[in-house]
């Protein structure tokens, strides 16, 4: 866990800062953080929220309170690897018949703010326990806040995204040894799932084998449908590396000559699009501007409605985060910004493709953290 990147103490001391200055700039007195990707961020420590409050109470700039990790005491050390001191962060521990959630609220004063900022993801049983011990204090989501330095990846970041990618597309580069007919997608899948640890994720988070049919829905996870000669097979994977930070990467591969008379030039519709999608990426381009840059081409092509999906979204420490590529997001891309383009047209009870890289807004463009090529890959 202490691998994460840009978590040395320096690192560390400019996000809580930087993030209480943004807590102040919203208008909120608190941010309450419980552990998942914004705590790993803040404080560089991994590992789940349970029932049992664990929480950075972070004030917000111009507060007099101090920040303090709000931790149960059998869950302290965990937490031992953290440099709170030199944070300037202090530490309160509870036990089990105390009130975890009077606790929080305590380390800020006397008084309940008017308003806190909870992590998106905080577990509902932790939401209302602050709201019960605060009942007029207003609760907003954290994730506006922490968005606006989450989004814009420092280098050390960037490499560990850019070996992210590196691994997913070593995994993509062997397809041809696990993606065959007659097997299921279910054993194609674990045989991927294997590969995407062994080239150096700490996990394989998802693994989306969509074969014929199954390849129009977006999401289809495996089945035990039997591949066959002449499917189109959608291959959507990534998970973690060790330091947090998440590949994410699709390709569509062809056992042999696709079984539909469609597929070259719908494919190269898709292919056309991907690429232009990326093309558009530069700073000052808005993220809608890339979407309809996607969406066009497919539209014109007459498929529009077969591509039921936004063009991207933001990675990181999450898999899905901001910014999203959508119509009406209108924020305009910079220099370290990262996420995915992935456009794809899917023919219901037919068949369905994708093409996903994970892309970098440079200083005067773009950069690509997957190479693999971009052509139906028959097998
Ligand atoms: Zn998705
Ligand atoms: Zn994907
Ligand atoms: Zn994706």
Redesign the pocket.
């Known amino acids: 866990m202490s691998s994460t990147p840009g978590t040395d103490t320096s690192s560390l001391l400019s996000r809580l800062r930087r993030t209480r200055e943004a807590a102040a700039t919203a208008g909120v007195d608190a941010l309450f953080v419980t552990p998942g990707s914004d705590l790993r961020y803040l404080l560089g420590v991994g590992g789940s929220s349970f029932e049992r409050l664990t929480c950075l109470v972070l004030p917000a700039e111009g507060s007099a309170a101090e920040p303090t990790l709000v931790v149960p005491a059998l869950e302290r050390p965990g937490y031992a690897h953290v440099p709170t001191d030199d944070l300037g962060v202090a530490v309160a521990t509870w036990v089990d018949g105390e009130n975890p959630f009077r606790l929080a609220f305590d380390t800020l004063g006397g008084t309940r703010p008017a308003r806190v900022a909870v992590t998106d993801m905080m577990p509902a049983l932790h939401v209302l326990g602050l709201r019960a011990e605060a009942p007029d204090t207003a609760q907003v989501l954290a994730g506006p806040v922490l968005r606006e330095l989450r989004m814009r990846k420092d280098d050390a970041e960037l490499a560990a995204l850019r070996k992210a990618g590196e691994a997913i597309d070593r995994v993509h580069a062997a397809m041809g040894e696990w993606l065959r007919a007659g097997r299921t997608e279910a054993q194609v899948a674990a045989d991927i799932a294997a590969a995407i640890v062994a080239e150096g994720h700490e996990t394989a988070d998802?693994v989306?084998v969509g074969s014929g049919p199954n390849g129009a829905s977006p999401h289809h996870d495996v089945s035990d449908r039997v591949i066959e000669r002449g499917d189109v097979v959608v291959v959507?994977?990534?998970g973690p590396v060790p330091e947090g930070y998440n590949s994410?990467?699709?390709r569509t591969y062809v056992l042999g000559e696709p079984r539909e008379s469609d597929v070259p030039a719908t494919y190269a519709v898709l292919q056309r699009a991907q690429q232009a999608a990326v093309d558009a990426v530069r700073p000052g381009v808005t993220a809608s501007t890339v979407d309809e840059t996607a969406r066009r081409i497919i539209a014109d092509a007459g498929f529009g409605e077969f591509f039921i999906h936004r063009t991207g979204h933001g990675i990181g420490l999450d898999?899905h985060e901001e910014p999203y590529i959508l119509a009406g997001n209108e924020l305009p891309l910079e220099p370290g910004m990262a996420f995915?383009v992935?456009p794809g047209i899917y023919l219901p009870g037919r068949w369905g493709a994708?093409i996903?890289d994970i892309v970098v807004v440079t200083d005067d463009g773009v950069a690509s953290l997957n190479n693999r090529p971009h052509d139906l890959v028959a097998l």
């Open positions: 998802f989306i959507d994977i990534g994410d990467s699709t898999v995915s992935e994708r996903e």
